[in-house]
């Protein structure tokens, strides 16, 4: 069974550019949510999306935004790119419900901003 | 409710007991988590506590909960050079965003 997939795995922007990253939950999960990972770091939370709509924000800027499609699948944008959003972008999936909360986690795309 | 602190690095030789620690804010918080993260991967959960246990075994892995103290810790019984990774405690007050520690890097020594 295919886990979560994230694209692109790498990218590297200028500032001022915008990015979209892509993930795809894994079957049957009506959960994504989205984290920024800095380099030596914990994640922080950005976005939750269930059933398509936003059920959770973190403290990011409106430069980022998120939405989820009927497929279950997410897409995050980010514009206006700053040095500072350089970072792994992580996307976990679950199953949404009420239960353990079990988050799993695709392998990331990592940002480069130059 | 969002703090979770960790310490950043330990070291230890292979066949010993690693212990990794955790502190954390939300006290309405249901569920406390470890996850491990191996270079260049994503984030695998390794296991998880309710808040109304004081410890979960799980094979190698034992943790204990002091919810008074708001401190979490991750003990790994006979730890492998395998285990080497980086280590996060999470806390989710209402499964709809969690929070991560700065993680506990884990050097195993042959």
């Known amino acids: 069974d295919a886990g979560v997939t994230q694209s692109p795995t790498h990218l590297i922007k200028t500032r001022g550019q915008q990015v979209t990253l892509r993930c795809s939950p894994i079957?049957?999960?009506?959960?994504v949510s989205w984290y920024q990972q800095v380099l030596g770091q914990g994640p922080q939370f950005i976005f939750q999306?269930?059933?398509?709509?936003?059920?959770g924000r973190g403290n990011f800027p409106d430069r980022f935004s998120a939405r989820q499609f009927p497929n279950y699948s997410s897409e995050l944008n980010v514009n206006a790119l700053l040095l500072g959003d350089s970072a792994l972008y992580l996307c976990?999936?679950?199953?949404?419900?009420?239960?353990?909360?079990?988050?799993?986690f695709g392998e990331g795309s990592r940002l480069t901003v130059l | 409710g969002e703090d979770v602190e960790q310490s950043l690095f330990l070291s230890v030789r292979e066949g010993d007991s690693s212990v990794i620690n955790c502190t954390y804010t939300d006290s309405s918080s249901t569920y406390l988590y470890w996850y491990k993260q191996e270079p260049g991967a994503g984030l695998q959960l390794l296991t998880y506590i309710f808040s109304n246990m004081d410890m979960k075994q799980d094979q190698r892995l034992t943790v204990l909960l002091n919810k008074k103290d708001k401190h979490l810790s991750l003990r790994i019984a006979d730890t492998q050079t395998g285990d080497s990774a980086i280590y996060f405690c999470a806390e989710s007050p209402n499964f709809n965003k969690f929070y991560f520690g700065s993680g506990t890097k884990l050097n195993v020594k042959p």
């Open positions: 079957s049957g999960h009506k959960s």
């Open positions: 999306y269930y059933e398509k709509e936003e059920r």
């Open positions: 976990a999936s679950s199953e949404g419900h009420p239960n353990t909360g079990e988050l799993f």
